[in-house]
């Protein structure tokens, strides 16, 4: 490939599909009664996981089907794999050879091995025998050979060097720092395979629960055209701007994120479309291939349907689906706009052409598309309140009502899409280009949102989980793939009916084995991982790496995140995002909120899993591999390279919100009511567009450096109004720890005091300290230390502290502590909260210099001046 991009040459679309199918599906793909069984298999899959995920599952299935389905998720998953992935770039591509048929079997019947063998190793309480062992170290093997097939070797090698620590981290060669007593084959193989410690954990638990359904659902929706339609409607709405390709591949990448959890994918299906029209316009091959990598990257961070980690973050963090969503849509949203403004920037500094001949405003396409989105949001919200109205009408009959209802509007917006013509994809090598218009084609895909508003009504209002809110717009979609051809048929005129009945089956079995080929790789991954989270908790090798990162780091926040940010990137060349998530925030998101609470500063988890999130995907960028920058040079013709530095400049902002957002929890919208949150929506998108600005060098005109600097300084004023607040008054002030008590008791409701804990680490015996949070609560003001469960004694000045009593607030934080060592553990420090002036005047004088910066290139921008 690299090859093909250094000649400038661009891939056939045989080729791209290739491309994707290798990455994400699978290279291999035998035609026969060979072909028919592998997709009987990927369809009994998608199936089997479709019923799991249903609300009538422990009907229609029996119990032990449903306790082991993690197996029977994995032996799908490593059948498939050795069925679709050749071994080789020389294996053959057109059959399966005899090995790979014995490796898939065995693969699948160690997979199975907890179902097969269940009540036996229940007895022994997971406690793997002679016999178990051996199945379970040739299962280890078979999966991480099937994972190097599907992720690449990076993800079999460092499973395998963790494996490899689990048996001689005893041995005099590794380093004291990290040596641990080891495990015996025994001990290490039921703590990996026969318990849910590690292959079988939570990882694999949120694949089979979660992700499948997610990943499935995308599938059938583009079979349905909705990626096609999403497109078009991108085109339409922006097309027509300077930069107009540009942006409409950053909107349409947004909109396909909601189809594709595969960046490459994302790419290679906008990007076929839009790369050639970026080109047509000005943008350099390399310019054209990062605008589509940078968006189509993004899409993964794209609320309601986010790449597989944030499922996982719903079982790391503890906190629901909705809640995870809710904190990752502020960043998702201000990093779209920038990259849309990114863009603007890049072809007013190139002064591009538009294309086509139709003039519309740039107001009216913006408040257009605010419009819609406004409306759809109130649409999804407003469902709701119908909903209910029936519920109370007919509390038996109420979900049969509902499913008429929900039909009717399909079929009537089916008619309004049988009024005008299909959808044909359009060719961007043509001599003239003719934008799609709005007006005219939005009737043909309308029916498409109805999934996506089930979906999330059910996230969001009614808050189900996300297996089931996914099962229901899944089964939508079925309705929508075995009927809309049919019924269009129909609506215009009768014509080729039996046609169109046998086109629409084909659509869903192909949607359900897309669905299911697209699962393997995640699948893998997930089980893969789940050796290295075995790892963590086996070994106690997390504490290590805490104390390893902090002596690094010399105990700097800033340098750790740096630390765990340039750790994700590493990886992330080897690892697919999933795997990369896993393994960076299982071994760093518990230290980066520890050192936080030594530096005083809380950081709330999700903060930190969104941030290994944000680096972790990044990862696809990034040169030298950056998967997604190589697929989008397969496309444009231009080089692998520079597409990918290219595109990591584009993504700036990507890196520079998670370091914002650790500091400034606002804009994750914790703790934040809805005017705080509108403000916080307005300020941070004002302060991403200057930080674009001073980046990009050019804001009305060509920037000075001193304008690119004053213009980075206000981004940061903007985003971190606190940082200036509190060098001007600090928060807090000191108190004795002695008067603890007092403080707590004058206190109002809903402030928070801040105390510092020192004391020896349980295990190293070295002093340590950590910050804890108390908030006061409802309790009566003589309760509060009370209610903390805290037990002080103090002595001779100093503030002795016992052990909490388990349960209570502070019990879990406070027993890496020993409490019975001869240096005693103290309250060293009491912070109380202080009256401070509202942190939004810093923005006056943030916008004042941004209106200075402005009049100064006014003037430039008048006079024809660039710098």
Known sequence: MSDRNARGRALSEEELQELVAASDSGARNPTGPVGLFLATIAVVWSVFQVLLASPVSNVVLPGDLINNSRQIHLAFAIFLAYAAYPAFKSSPRRYIPVQDWIFALAGAFIALYGYIFYDKLVASGGFADDTDKWFALAGLLLLFEAARRALGPAMAIIATVFLTYVFYGAASWVPEVIRWKGASLQKAMSHMWTTSEGVFGIALGVSTKFVFLFVLFGALLEKAGAGNYFIKMAFGALGHLRGGPAKAAVVGSAATGLISGSSIANVVTTGTFTIPLMKRVGFTSEQAGSVEVASSVNGQIMPPVMGAAAFLMVEYVGISYVEVITHAFLPAMISYIALVYIVHLEAVKRNMPTLGDRVVSLGRTVGGMLAFFVGFALLCYGVQFPVGWIVAAVPEGAGWVLAVLLMLAYVALLALAASVPDL????????????????????????????????????????????????????????????????????????????????????????????????????????????????????????????????????????????????????????????????????????????????????????????????????????????????????????????????????????????????????????????????????????????????????????????????????????????????????????????????????????????????????????????????????????????????????????????????????????????????????????????????????????????????????????????
Request: proline fraction near 6%; avoid cysteine; charged fraction near 15%.
């Open 424 to 867: 044909e994809p359009d060719d961007p090598h043509a001599t003239e280009v003719k934008l799609p218009v709005v007006g005219e084609i939005y009737k043909a895909g309308l029916y498409f949102l109805l999934p996506i508003v089930v979906l999330v009504y059910f996230l969001m209002i009614e808050q189900k989980s996300p297996g089931l809110s996914a099962f229901w717009a899944t089964a939508l979609l079925f309705v929508i793939l075995l009927t809309q051809r049919p019924l269009k048929a129909l609506m215009r005129g009768g014509r080729e009916m039996a046609g169109s009945f046998r086109a629409g089956g084909t659509d869903l079995i192909s949607g359900l084995i897309d669905g299911a080929r697209n699962m393997i790789g995640i699948g893998l991954a997930t089980a893969t991982a789940g050796v290295i989270v075995g790892t963590v908790t086996l070994t106690g090798i997390g504490q290590v790496m805490s104390n390893l990162v902090e002596v690094v780091s010399g105990g700097n926040l800033v340098l750790m995140l740096v630390f765990v940010g340039l750790l994700s990137l590493v990886l992330g060349m080897g690892l697919p995002t999933t795997a990369n998530y896993i393994v960076v925030s299982s071994l760093m998101a518990g230290v980066v909120v520890e050192l936080g609470a030594q530096s005083g500063l809380i950081v709330p988890l999700i903060a930190v899993h969104l941030f290994v999130f944000y680096f972790g995907i990044m990862a696809d960028v990034t040169p030298p591999v950056g998967l997604a920058s190589f697929a989008a040079a397969a496309v444009s013709g231009g080089d692998a390279i520079r597409t990918g530095f290219t595109a990591f400049f584009y993504s700036l902002r990507t890196v520079a919100l998670p370091f914002v957002f650790i500091f400034n929890t606002d804009l994750l919208l914790i703790d934040v009511n809805w005017a705080q949150g509108v403000l916080v929506f307005i300020v941070a998108t004002i302060a991403i567009l200057v930080f674009t600005a001073g980046t990009m060098g050019w804001f009305l005109t060509k920037n000075r450096i001193y304008e690119s600097v004053a213009l980075v300084l206000i981004a940061f004023m903007l985003f971190r109004p606190d940082f200036v607040i509190n060098r001007l008054q600090p928060p807090f002030a000191d108190l004795p720890p002695v008067q603890l008590d007092q403080a707590l008791t004058a206190a109002e409701q809903g402030d928070e005091l801040r105390l510092v804990v020192s004391g020896p680490d349980f295990d190293t015996l070295e002093m340590k300290e950590t910050t804890l949070v108390v908030s006061v609560g409802e309790e009566a003001p003589d309760a509060r230390l009370d209610a903390t469960g805290l037990l002080l004694l103090p002595e001779d000045g100093v503030v002795k502290l016992e052990e909490p009593v388990f349960g209570t607030p502070f019990a879990e934080t406070l027993q890496s502590f020993d409490f019975y060592g001869d240096d005693p553990v103290t309250l060293s420090a009491l912070r109380v909260p202080k009256a401070q002036l509202p942190q939004e005047l810093v923005f006056i004088p943030a916008l004042l210099l941004l209106g200075g910066v402005a009049f100064l290139q006014m003037g430039r921008a008048k006079r024809g001046e660039t710098a």
